[in-house]
């Protein structure tokens, strides 16, 4: 079963940067689009970024989109979250997962997702 892994969270400051990485160590992710979403305290969960299954389509919430870069490496089997720019709104824990079928948009805005990740924690704070 695939088990995804976050890494690259932690505390920053307003205006900074942190770049997410999601892996399966040991397994391939070309076969699954791959979304990151976040969830702060009492809010819902929310799609982020999503990516296609060669990377070559993206989709990113309205908040992020100029902001945040969703990325992959096949041949590293990772994606990234590139995230400028942050706020303290964007403090939340942030999730990977991964779904076979959807379209970038689709997985994002449902919130679908075969498998998910235990999360990393990103606080953005002075």
């Known amino acids: 079963q695939l088990q995804l892994v976050e890494s690259g969270g932690g505390l920053v400051q307003p205006g900074g940067s942190l770049r997410l990485s999601c892996a399966a160590p040991?397994?391939?992710?070309?076969?699954?689009?791959i979304g990151w979403f976040r969830q702060a305290p009492g809010k819902e969960r929310e799609g982020v970024s999503c990516?296609?299954?060669?990377?070559?389509?993206?989709y990113s919430a309205d908040s992020v989109a100029d902001r945040f870069t969703i990325s992959r490496d096949n041949s590293k089997h990772t994606v990234y979250l590139q995230m400028n720019s942050l706020k303290p709104e964007d403090t939340a824990i942030y999730y990977c997962a991964a779904d076979g079928g959807p379209t970038v948009q689709a997985m994002c805005v449902q919130k679908s997702g075969d498998y998910w990740g235990q999360g990393t924690q990103v606080t953005v704070s002075s």
């Open positions: 990516i296609s299954k060669r990377g070559l389509a993206t």
């Open positions: 040991g397994f391939s992710l070309d076969d699954y689009v």
